[in-house]
Each structure stands twice: as C-alpha cells, then as structure tokens.
Nanobody
Framework: QVQLVESGGGLVQAGESLRLSCAAS????????MGWYRQAPGKQRELVAT???????NYANSVKGRFTISRASAKNTVNLQMNSLKPEDAAVYYC?????????????WGQGTQVTVSS
C-alpha cells in the first residue's frame, strides 16, 4: 500500500513563496516519477512539475523559473519550492507518484493541499 502525505500549503500574497512537501511510504518501485499537479476550481488537473528517481525534472511552462522541484534527503520525499507566486497559481496541489509495471502505469495520489494567493 502506497501512501502520500503532503504538507506546506497555505495563504500567501502575490510575490511571496511557499514550499510544499510530499512523503511517500510503502512499497515503491525503484524507477518512478514523483511530482505535483494542481487543480483550480472549474479547471482540469494539470501538471506542475515532476522529478524522476534519477533526478530528471520537468516543469509546466507557466511555472518555469519560479518553481523548483527537488528530492529531499529523506527517502521518497520531494519538495516543491514556489517563488514569485501569482494569483493564477492558486489551486489544490496534489502529489503524484507513478511508475510503469507490466505494461501499465500505476498512479498514486495525495489528498491535496490548498494554495491560495491573494493579489
């Protein structure tokens, strides 16, 4: 059983920073991807940033240069440093862990953490 526990959401003003953390536990395939997605009211869930088990990163164009995803020293923990936050960054942020096994992708999700950015 894989579990993802998120922390770090909150309310900030535009231009400020927040850091989200996600800790995964359970039986996790060695080669995996962890990342963050977000969903604003009335919108589809979208990718924010991902990092592979070997350290490769990928970012949505809208957050490049402002957000940084990294692996923490604790095993299977990733952080998302969000700087220069904008009102349009406000959403529920979900941690995701996924890997391919037996020809199919397995996805696990956290419960979500709210990020609110006031203008």
């Amino acid at each position: 059983q894989v579990q993802l526990v998120e922390s770090g959401g909150g309310l900030v003003q535009a231009g400020e920073s927040l850091r989200l953390s996600c800790a995964a536990s359970g039986t996790i395939f060695s080669f995996h991807v962890m990342g963050w997605y977000r969903q604003a009211p009335g919108k589809q869930r979208e990718l924010v940033a991902t990092i592979t088990s070997s350290g490769g990163t990928n970012y949505a164009n809208s957050v490049k240069g402002r957000f940084t995803i990294s692996r923490a020293s604790a095993k299977n923990t990733v952080n998302l440093q969000m700087n220069s936050l904008k009102p349009e960054d406000a959403a529920v942020y979900y941690c995701n862990l996924n890997w391919w096994a037996g020809g199919s992708r397995r996805d696990y999700w956290g419960q979500g953490t709210q990020v609110t950015v006031s203008s």
